[in-house]
């Protein structure tokens, strides 16, 4: 992780050019395998050592509930797609801003990485306040960036696609008419025959978790579980939908997180009877390396890609409104 953080590591992320082999390993190499050592964590609760690192006193326990959840499952799935299929390829910007976003930079150069100015380091167009300095956290979430909306909407239809796939019938998005919401219906709905029981028809609601809820007990549980957010999204959904449900019907709420972690009832989604099946393209399956040459991991990979390509585009898009706001040059990317 220090290599990770350290300014050395920076040029490289902006030099990044199209995804390859080449950028795969040098990935493994200057990412992961330092993220993986075990004497991270001595310096990561170290608090001097982390100001050392350039991190301001505020940011540091937030850094260090995210390197948490870059633990879940799927958070670091990104990093081993190659641009072999659409859903898989990331331009250069948001390959830059993916980067960053995963490296667990401070604060300061993550902004200037993604070539949001100084002078709007504080405040945000949603009416952040200035004692709330703008995150890579918010940023990930805001709607402002315009975003969030489509992030969620590409993942409810491919999950409505896999449905289908899996031979599932009455697969309807967004369904109408059901008693007991009003405008807050549900993401998806459809009849699954290979469920034990009367109750056939799931109930779906999605969710992407993006920003840490605030206090002292949320953040000593969001060190303790890397999945955290997306646990305390499901409850809450399960709490508000669970009583809404008739007795052939099943709520089952589908939560990802904004760095691509996702809940188990995503990888159990992928895991579906009738999509065990299917087989990927021979000309696809012989240039995905293993594990990701089966169909189970293909899928969970194109719902994680979405989720990351969704929240930097949001990034993107926030840091272009805010330097367009207050007359500020775009950067994309700044000098290292």
């Not at 958070?75 to 797609?81: F, G, I, N």
């Not at 989604?269 to 995905?288: D, I």
């Amino acid at each position: 992780m220090i290599k990770a953080v350290s300014a050395k590591c920076l040029p490289a992320v902006r030099d990044l050019g199209t995804v390859d082999r080449k950028l795969q390993e040098r990935i493994q190499q200057h990412v992961l395998a330092p993220l993986a050592k075990a004497e991270a964590e001595d310096q990561l609760f170290d608090d001097r050592a982390m100001e050392t690192l350039g991190y301001a006193p505020e940011e540091i326990d937030l850094v260090r509930a995210k390197w948490t959840e870059l633990r879940a499952p799927g958070a670091q799935d990104w990093l081993k797609a190659l641009p072999v299929h659409p859903d898989l390829e990331l331009p250069n910007e948001l390959l830059r801003t993916t980067l960053a976003h995963h490296l667990l930079v401070p604060r300061k150069t993550f902004l200037r990485v993604v070539g949001v100015p100084e002078l709007l380091h504080t405040g945000c167009l949603c009416g952040l306040s200035d004692d709330k300095p703008l995150t890579e956290q918010h940023m990930a979430g805001c709607a402002h960036g315009g975003h969030r909306t489509e992030r969620h909407d590409r993942v409810v239809r491919l999950l409505g696609s896999l449905a289908k796939h899996a031979g599932c019938s009455r697969v309807v998005i967004e369904p109408r008419g059901l008693r007991n919401y009003g405008q807050q219906r549900p993401d998806l709905m459809y009849k699954d025959n290979n469920l034990a029981g009367k109750k056939k028809t799931v109930v779906v609601d999605v969710a992407v978790a993006s920003t840490l809820p605030p206090g002292a007990n949320h953040l000593r549980k969001a060190l303790e579980d890397p999945l955290y957010k997306a646990k305390l999204t499901m409850q809450r959904k399960v709490k508000e939908n669970g009583k809404r449900m008739s007795s052939t019907q099943r709520f089952v709420p589908m939560v990802l997180q904004s760095t691509g972690g996702y809940c188990s009832n995503v990888s159990n989604f992928c895991r579906h009877p009738g999509l065990r099946t299917l087989e990927l393209p021979s000309a696809l399956r012989e240039r995905l390396a293993s594990p990701l040459d089966t169909m189970s991991s293909f899928l969970k990979l194109q719902l994680v890609m979405r989720v990351v390509k969704g929240t930097a585009c949001n990034m993107v898009r926030l840091m272009e409104r805010l330097c367009r706001e207050y007359g500020e040059p775009e950067d994309h990317g700044g000098d290292d």
